[in-house]
């Protein structure tokens, strides 16, 4: 069966320092992979995909970005956090549309 | 483009009664359609969705949804609710595999379901 690692579950940081936010699928190969971010309990903002490696599309410019090193693996990163970066971070898969468990991220 | 409409903020309903959370959508060709839950500071949970066949689709949690194409519509809908099932619900639809490019998952803006004792 498929499954989502996501890691750390929660994490605070201070402004202007660098993430990186791992997800690591398991039980299926060359998914396609998405980074959303939910802001305030409510909707979510598609931030990333991924159709392979190496191939990334970007749905909004902001302070982030996104690497596909392996065929599993989807990287979140940032060089500087800034306070609006702040939010819960959840990575997924189709064609199952498997979420991870999310990462909260709070830069402070 | 798909979209995804959710538009009631908040569905409240008391325990032992019906309820339904409303859906609909826009997409070319025919839907993939998702709903999914989420309590309070954890991911996402997939609930159940609808490719092909039975407009009527079975879920977990005796959750159900209706798959209407002609008024567009995903409802999600259960015959009698717990205080348990108060969280927040989205549904998601994506277009249809192809052979090239790619699909992408958008979501609605979320329901708050508040299940009263």
């Known amino acids: 069966s498929q499954t989502i690692h996501q890691w750390p579950a929660t994490l605070v940081q201070p402004v202007g320092s660098p993430l990186s936010l791992e997800c690591t699928v398991e039980?299926?190969?060359?998914?396609?992979l998405y980074w959303y971010r939910q802001a305030a309990g409510r909707g979510l903002q598609l931030l990333f995909y991924?159709?392979?490696?190496?191939?990334i599309s970007s749905e909004v410019p902001q302070n982030l970005s996104a690497s596909r090193p392996q065929d599993r693996q989807f990287i979140l990163s940032s060089k500087k956090l800034l306070l609006s970066d702040s939010g819960f971070y959840l990575c997924?898969?189709?064609?199952?549309?498997?979420f991870g468990q999310g990462t909260r991220l709070t830069v402070v | 483009a798909q979209s995804v409409a959710q538009p009631e903020d908040q569905v409240n309903v008391a325990e032992g009664n019906p309820l339904t959370v409303k859906c609909t959508y826009s997409?070319?060709?025919?839907?993939?359609l998702f709903w999914y839950v989420q309590y309070p500071n954890r991911g996402l949970q997939f609930l159940l969705k609808?490719?092909?066949?039975?407009?009527l689709v079975k879920g977990s949690y005796g959750f159900e949804a209706e798959f209407n194409k002609s008024q567009t519509s995903f409802h999600l809908k259960k015959p009698s609710a717990l205080v348990s099932d108060s969280a927040l619900y989205f549904c998601?639809?994506?277009?249809?595999?192809?052979?090239?490019?790619?699909?992408?998952?958008?979501f609605g803006t979320g329901t708050r379901l508040l299940v009263s004792p």
């Open positions: 997924a898969l189709t064609p199952k549309a498997f």
């Open positions: 039980g299926t190969s060359n998914p396609n």
């Open positions: 998601a639809v994506r277009p249809p595999p192809l052979n090239t490019g790619f699909q992408k998952l958008v």
């Open positions: 609808y490719i092909t066949g039975d407009n």
């Open positions: 991924s159709v392979g490696i190496g191939q």
């Open positions: 997409v070319s060709g025919n839907p993939y």
